[in-house]
Each structure stands twice: as C-alpha cells, then as structure tokens.
C-alpha cells in the first residue's frame, strides 16, 4: 500500500465526514483492512507454483437514529475515493429501512483482555526460500514412501492488521499471523492397483508450530486407511468420529446453531432449547477467545469490542446464555454482546462467528474407545453439513472404515448415514481423552450408539 | 465505467516495455487486471441489513520458466507497482524452476486482440439504488405476506460491472466490459415447531433486465410455496432406488459425477478417477455430454440476456468454446488450460478461470450438460414402477480420485406404480463416477431440456457455472435417510 497514507488519520477523516453530512446521523464505523501473504503450491509432488500478494482496502458502516444501515468500500486508498465512500454510504444508509432493532455500536466502556501469541514476528523474515523449506517436508514423505503415488499440497503465510474505530470512542489496532500447510496425498494399492486420497492440514498462528511432515504422514496414513473400499450392508450401527468427524457432525453444526441471528430468526434447531438438556451429560462446549496463541482467539472482535471465553453446552445442558452475539443481535435482545461479530475482511459487515469453539475431552483412551465396538463405523469424514434449521443429517461418509471386534477394517465406498442431530447428541456414548485441533475447533473421537447406516451392497 | 482510463495505463508502450523487461528471463508471462464497482442489498424480513457499494481494483502477474509458475498479486494500479510486481513474478518463477522436477513447457498460440462487451438492454448504470430496493422489498413482501407459516425471510441482490485487461507474452490483449446480476431469495416457514426452508435464485449476465423475466418475477412466490409444502415432507427411507432426475438435478450429477474427474489438471496430477480413460466407453451409448460456456446461449431458453455460466474468454486469453467431453458414450475430451493442453500436446479448449484478477487460472466448468434425447416426461414417469422422483438441489459435491459422489435434492416425491406420490425432503444422493452413467436408462426430450445456474468453488476459488439438461432416470442409486 502506498505507505504516505496515514491510516488512522484516513479512518479519521472518513468518520468525520460522516458526522458532518447527515443530520439524523446515529453512529458510524471505520474497518481498515492489510495483509500480506505469501504461497507455495505442490503439485504431482514437485514445487509448481509460487505466489505473494497484498490486500488493503477500508469500509465504512453508518447508521441513521432510526436503524438504517449504509455500508461501502473500496481498496483505493485516496482521499478523493474514500471521501466518494463515505458519501456513497451515507447514501445508502438514506435509501436503507428503518430498523428499531439496531440499538447502537460497541461503546469503549469494557476493558480488553490480554492474549498473547496472536503475531509471529518470524513472518517479516520468511523468504520464499525458508517457505519452500516447509513444503520440502511435504515432499520427501511423499517420496519416501512405496504406495504414495502423488501430492497436492500447499504452504501460506498470511500476516493482517486491522483498524476499527467508531463514532463511540472505540479505536482499536491489532495485528495478527496465520501459517497454514496442507496434504492431499495419493496412494495406489501395489497389488491390485486401487487408488486413494488422504488429506490434512494444519492452521497455526507460529511459524516454528507448522510441521510439514507430520502433515504429510497423517494425510498419508489417511490415504492408506482408505484403501479396500467396499460397499456394505444397510444397518444401525455405533459409529466412533475422528477429530475431524466430530467437527463435521457436532462442532461446525453447533457453531451455527447458537448464532444468535439464527436464534432470533428461528432458523436454528436449537430454537426454544435454552436451558434445556440437549443431549448427553457427556457434552461440555466452551467458546474461548483468550487460549494463548490459538487461531480464533482475538482481544477483540470485528466490531472492536472485547472478546472473552464463554460456556454454551454444560453436563448436555444448552445454557441460557449460550448464544453468540455481535452488538446488533445483543442489543435486539437487551444484553451485552459476547464479542463474536466477525468480519472475513474490510469488504464484509461484521456476521456472527465462534472464537475457539472447544468440546472437552472424556477420560477414555481412544483405543480402548475403538476397542469397545462389536461392530460399528470409523468416521474420519463427511463433505456434507446438516440443515440447522432442522438438525436432520443425511449423508455421505467421505472417508470411513468397517470396525469390527474392535478393529479397524477395510473402508467404505459408496456408505451414507442418517440421524437428527438432537439424536446424536443423545446418543453420545463416549468421548476419547485425545483431542486435536483444528483451525478454531478442539475436537476428540466421540462414539455415538444407534445411527442408521445406509449401504450399497444388497 | 467513468476509470477506464486506468486501465489505459497498458498503452502498447508500456507493454513493450514489460516484453523488453522479460526479455529471454522468462517462456510466458501474463496480466490481468480488473476495475470494478458494484451494488449488494441484503434485506431480511423485510428489513434492510447491508445497503453497499463497492469500488474495487485487482491485478494478478504471472510468470512462468520449464514448469515453474510465480505469481505476483497487487492492488495498486500504477506503472511502477506493476512493473516491480512482474519483476517479483519473474523471481518466483525462476526460484520454483530451480526446485521442480516435472519440466514442461506451454505451447505458444497466436496474439488474440480483441474487445467484448456485455450489451445491456437496462444498464445497471442507469438503474437507481431505489428502483434496486424497491424490487428486493416486493419480493420480500410477497414472500412474508403469501403465508401465516412463513417465519423469516432474506433476499440478497447483487451486481456490478467491471472493465478488464488481459496481455501476454504471445502479444495478445484482450479488453473486456462486463456486467452481472444475481438475486437470491430464501424463506424459512415454521409449523408445530418444525422449520424448513427453500432457497431460488437466478442470474446472468447483463443489466437489470435479468429481473425482467416470468420466472425472476415469480422467485419469492415460488420460494414461499416451496418452503411451506417441505413442512409436511417425510424424512426419506435410506435405501437403493431408481431415481428421475428433473434438468436442475440432472445437471448437477452431471457437474459433480463427470465434470470435475475431466478437469485435466486432476488428471495430470493422478487425483482424477477418469485418467487414462479418452477413447474408453464409461456411458451408455446414449449419453452425450459437453460443456459449452459461449455467448449467445440465452436467447436458446428465451431470456433476454446471457447465461451466468457464460464467458467470452477465459482468463488465459483463449475464448469459449464448445467441448464434446462424451460422444456416444465414449470420453472424447477433458477440459484443458493452457498448461494442461500444452502438456497434453493438445489445442486448449478455454476452461482456464479465475474467481478474480487476484486468483490464479484453474481447470474450470463452464455450461456442462447432457444432451436431450426422446423420452416424452409424463411417459418416463408412468414407466416407472417404483422409484423417486427428484427436483432441483441443494449442494453436490465429488471425491475425483475415488469416484464417489453426492448431492441432496430439494424436492423428492415418491412414485408407485407410475404415479407420483408424496414428498420428501433432504433426500441424499450417492454413487460411483464409472457405475452411475451407465445405470442411466431414460433421457428426456428437447421439451423437457433446462439448466439451472450457480456458483461452484474448487481450490478456494468461486466461479460463475451452469449446468443442466433433460429429465433423466438413473437405477440403482443410494439414497440416504434418517430411516
């Protein structure tokens, strides 16, 4: 970006515009936007293809007394553009309906937690050259071993700043990194030629945390694991989720369904559940905000307002107050925001996101977990989401395996599954000591009773 | 646009100036780079939640040396910035040349130089922010007032126009004035605390007269009704059944059970199931699939405008075209970019895109469809003893290298006896990319031939698709099911 542009004086600037030109003016909002990223890409295993770019840009979100709302942005960086933004939203917020709903933005009256590990200042010295060096990792297991045939893979280190100031006296600058690598690893069965993926990734705020290797031998072993697929019989069955299971069956459906937008527009299945068992008095879920060093922790949000930990799921119990909330949501229902209004980037108006959404670990040893199934379903992965305004989940196992006397066997082509998510929750069995993480997820294997499986053998 | 002039800053001396620059450092180089300005309004019971606008610039810089690509990503439109990013892409490309091992080169082609337009009947230009409102605020109001069930209600519309710039080492450039709309309308409906929901939308590209048509005035009506019978839908029995599949469906089975296992570079880089399978017969003899995303296509479906899948070239300079991907059966062609097809020794055939300026090129669809063939729909029904009948979709999505494929369906009624009968909801779809083409048994005439269109993401990426084609029937697919 053009670095004689003072940003704070900019964002200044923009806001004091907006004061001036409209009368029944409410309040407004300056986000401004950096990043810097750079990538390197692995295809048929062998560096391919590699990239750095930038990324600024500042948007302005305004309100009339009424409620409306005009929001604009652009990634032109000049005083005559901005000044035709702000003028552009204020025309906007003139043309928008009136919404009684909207009480006001963030005020500065709460004071901030410290997190530390937010920023690797590593990233100012990562050359391409030092990039490449993660990726090699990639590479050489790949190589290395006899069945791996081929890999995709990637590399990213992204470094992003932002501002937000508001005509409340909120006036915040964080500055944040995230490094992420990735392995789609393909394996061919020597024998009778069956091919196979596996996939991982990891997402880490520091540098020395990414591990290129480990990467690749997980995505590998999951390559392997996915070899000897069969199709099996129609049939209920326990089923154990992996990590990543879990995250694709109770976290990510959870993350949406305490959205408190959702709430208030009775889009989610957990609507008229608060205060209410919910499943299992094996579930307890925490969205945390302040782990030291994780990716969806922050000091504050999209809206500039402090973040903080907060408990959703107790003992099964879906707790009163166990919505997200961003100031709009929080002050349509008369209570304090939680601090989750998110923001993908300057180009977006804050939505409602997790920070650290975290299922807390069992006592039991994921082995013995396993070992405990007569006959039953490893679930690595499903592609599929359920519908959150019904909780009903039906859909394809992308990755699984038969478990039979307590031993993983061979994988499964063509196997669906179905089960209401309240039931899921309900029919939680057991949940693994181990856990991993996974972006903003903590997840452990969990084993559910009674799930229907759907097979394509006859 | 009134910035243009921006984008004149590629005057022939200046990209003379950039040859000069490359001079025998690198095989192939282009840029790309887009000014844009654009309108969202997202209202939600009637309520305005985001008015916006946007002015946007993106810049993308490629380089390329024996098999190793740089890229250079920038915002700043300037002569100096752009001249140190293609310094910056060149660096990358030599350091990712030094360190791979599959060296390959791409295929010189002859300079295009060419201006497209998108010809507007209404220019967004000429539409005011209020005419925009007004319209999302009377689907939002037929939506909430065509039911006491309807619980909430959200219309999003979009659009924006952009110019475009497109050089390249073979002396080609390439302008491009472009304009898009999208509307989306979903209604949730509630009864005795059961909640569904059904989403439309249509698009394409033009001005404001894509709103114009029966269909896009009928949207959120169509919307209401749809959520409200979902209230009385059955959770599906899991099982193996014979399925027709109305065009939508059709379509996407078509996108995600062939489509992307054709996308060469998932072929060169063995994730796609379908390598080493040109000339193989891996459909029916009545199976003809292609994927054509040329100009010109809307006026065939009576619409003022054209398809959003559409484009006039993609983003490597080459223009759209036609692709036969299976003629009677037999797969004929994957889809190419231009490395893919230089590697392959084959012409490239336009499927290289990006999302934007700032993305890199990828293997992607365009208008993928199958083509119709005689069976009259009423007929196709009545000839099948027990089966479901499936209508439009939720999502879809494909694992290329194991073949396995799945998509859920909006609307699924039950047929006994060659009768239809009730409905079911969130009815799951599965099967095997080499099995389902060949259980397909009927194929739907001329009459009953449509297309839906969407947005299909790979890689991180989005871009515009359509796909489509007659009602067809399909035996022996899993289903899902709660039961």
């Known amino acids: ?458 | 646009m009134e910035r243009e002039n921006e984008l004149s800053l590629f005057n022939d001396a200046f990209i003379a100036d950039l040859l000069r620059e490359a001079g025998n450092k690198v095989e192939y180089w282009d840029i790309r780079a887009t000014i844009s300005e654009g309108t969202t309004l997202d209202f939600t019971d009637q309520r305005s939640t985001e008015i916006s606008s946007y002015e946007m610039t993106n810049c993308g810089i490629r380089a390329f040396i024996n098999g190793g690509w740089g890229f250079s990503v920038l915002k700043d439109l300037n002569r100096d910035s752009i001249r140190s990013s293609f310094l910056k892409s060149i660096k990358l490309a030599k350091l990712t040349r030094s360190l791979l091992k599959n060296e390959f080169k791409i295929n010189e082609r002859d300079p295009l130089e060419k201006i497209f337009k998108i010809n507007s009947k209404l220019p967004l230009s000429d539409i005011n922010i209020e005419e925009k409102i007004k319209l999302v605020k009377s689907h939002e109001k037929i939506a909430a007032n065509s039911s006491k069930l309807v619980s909430n209600t959200r219309t999003i519309y979009m659009d924006g126009v952009s110019d475009y710039i497109f050089i390249n080492s073979f002396g080609s450039k390439i302008k491009q004035n472009l304009s898009y709309l999208r509307l989306l309308n979903m209604v949730y409906s509630r009864k005795a605390g059961i909640t569904q929901r059904s989403i439309n939308s249509v698009g394409g590209l033009g001005g404001f007269e894509i709103l114009s048509t029966e269909k896009a005035e009928k949207i959120s009506e169509k919307t209401a009704q749809e959520s409200i019978k979902l209230l009385d839908a059955k959770s599906p029995i899991g099982g193996q059944f014979t399925i027709i599949a109305d065009p939508k469906l059709a379509g996407t089975l078509i996108h995600e059970a062939l489509g992307h296992a054709c996308e060469a570079d998932l072929v060169l880089s063995k994730e796609s199931i379908l390598k080493e399978k040109i000339g193989k017969e891996i459909a029916l003899p009545d199976i003809n699939i292609v994927d054509d995303p040329s100009m010109g296509q809307g006026k065939t479906f009576g619409l003022p405008y054209e398809l959003f899948g559409s484009y006039f070239i993609d983003d490597e300079g080459i223009p759209s075209q036609k692709t036969t991907i299976i003629e009677n059966g037999v797969l004929k062609n994957y889809l190419h970019n231009l490395e893919t097809s230089s590697r392959m020794n084959l012409p490239p055939n336009g499927h290289g895109r990006a999302s934007s300026s700032s993305a890199k090129p990828q293997v992607r669809m365009g208008f993928t469809y199958i083509e119709p063939k005689d069976w009259n729909i009423e007929e196709l029904i009545q000839d099948t003893k027990n089966g479901i009948l499936c209508k439009d979709f939720l999502y879809g999505y494909t694992n290329p290298t194991t073949g396995n494929f799945q998509f859920k369906c909006k609307f699924s009624y039950k047929i006994e006896n060659g009768e239809i009968k009730e409905l079911m909801r969130d009815v799951a779809l599965s099967g095997m990319i080499l099995e389902v083409l060949k259980k397909v048994s009927a194929i739907g005439d001329q009459k009953s031939f449509s297309y839906s269109d969407g947005i299909c993401g790979k890689g991180g990426q989005s871009v515009r698709v359509c796909d489509g084609g007659p009602y067809i029937r399909v035996d022996d697919i899993t289903v899902g099911g709660l039961n």
Not at chain 1, 153 to 164: P, W
Not at chain 1, 226 to 251: A, Y
Not at chain 1, 377 to 399: E, K, W
Not at chain 1, 409 to 422: P, R, V
């Open chain 1, 1 to 458: 970006m053009n670095e004689d542009i003072d940003i704070f004086e900019l964002a200044k600037f923009a806001i004091k515009i907006a004061e001036k030109n409209y009368s029944n003016f409410k309040c407004a909002e300056v986000f401004i936007g950096k990043s810097e990223y750079l990538n390197i890409e692995v295809e048929e295993n062998s560096v391919k293809y590699s990239e750095i770019g930038r990324n600024h840009g500042i948007s302005i979100r305004i309100y009339r007394s009424n409620g409306s709302i005009g929001f604009a942005f652009t990634n032109i960086l000049k005083r005559n553009v901005v000044e035709k933004i702000v003028k552009n939203a204020i025309k906007m917020m003139h043309v928008g309906t009136p919404d009684p709903d909207f009480k006001n933005l963030p005020e500065n009256s709460k004071p901030y937690s410290m997190v530390e590990g937010l920023y690797d200042k590593s990233i100012k010295n990562l050359s391409i050259e030092d990039a490449i060096e993660h990726v090699k990792d990639l590479i050489k297991t790949c190589s290395e071993d006899e069945q791996a045939i081929s890999q995709s893979g990637d590399f990213t280190a992204n470094s992003n700043l932002s501002y937000i100031f508001n005509s409340n006296g909120i006036e915040v600058s964080g500055e944040e990194t995230y490094f992420n690598i990735s392995s789609n690893m393909i394996v061919k069965d020597t024998i009778n030629g069956e091919v196979s993926n596996g996939y991982e990734s990891q997402m880490r705020r520091k540098l020395a945390d990414i591990d290129g290797t480990r990467t690749a031998e997980e995505a590998l072993k999951n390559a392997k694991r996915n070899l000897h697929r069969k199709k099996i019989k129609t049939k209920k069955m326990q089923v154990v989720l992996s990590p990543k299971g879990t995250i694709n069956l109770i976290l990510n459906p959870i993350a949406s369904a305490i959205n408190a937008e959702s709430h208030q527009y009775k889009r989610s299945f957990l609507v008229g559940k608060r205060g209410k068992k919910i499943g299992s008095d094996l579930i307890n879920i925490d969205d945390d905000a302040l782990i030291s060093g994780r990716i969806g922790s922050n000091i504050f949000d999209g809206e500039g307002f402090p973040c903080r930990n907060k408990k959703i799921i107790e003992h099964g119990q879906f707790l009163q107050s166990g919505l997200l909330h961003n100031s709009y949501t929080a002050g349509k229902e008369g209570v304090e925001s939680t601090g989750n209004a998110s923001r993908r980037s300057f180009s977006s108006i804050p939505s409602i996101g997790i920070s650290n959404l975290i299922l807390h670990p069992g006592t039991i040893q994921k082995e013995e977990l396993i070992q405990n199934v007569k006959e039953g379903i490893l679930l690595n992965s499903t592609a599929d989401s359920p519908n959150i305004a019904t909780g009903d989940f039906s859909g394809l196992i992308s990755q699984g395996n038969l478990i039979q006397n307590g031993e993983i066997k061979h994988a499964l082509n063509e196997t669906m599954f179905g089960i209401n998510l309240l039931d899921l929750f309900e029919n939680i069995t057991s949940i693994s000591k181990e856990y991993k993480i996974y972006g903003p997820y903590s997840a452990p294997y969990v084993k559910i009773d009674n799930v229907q499986i759907i097979g394509a053998q006859s």
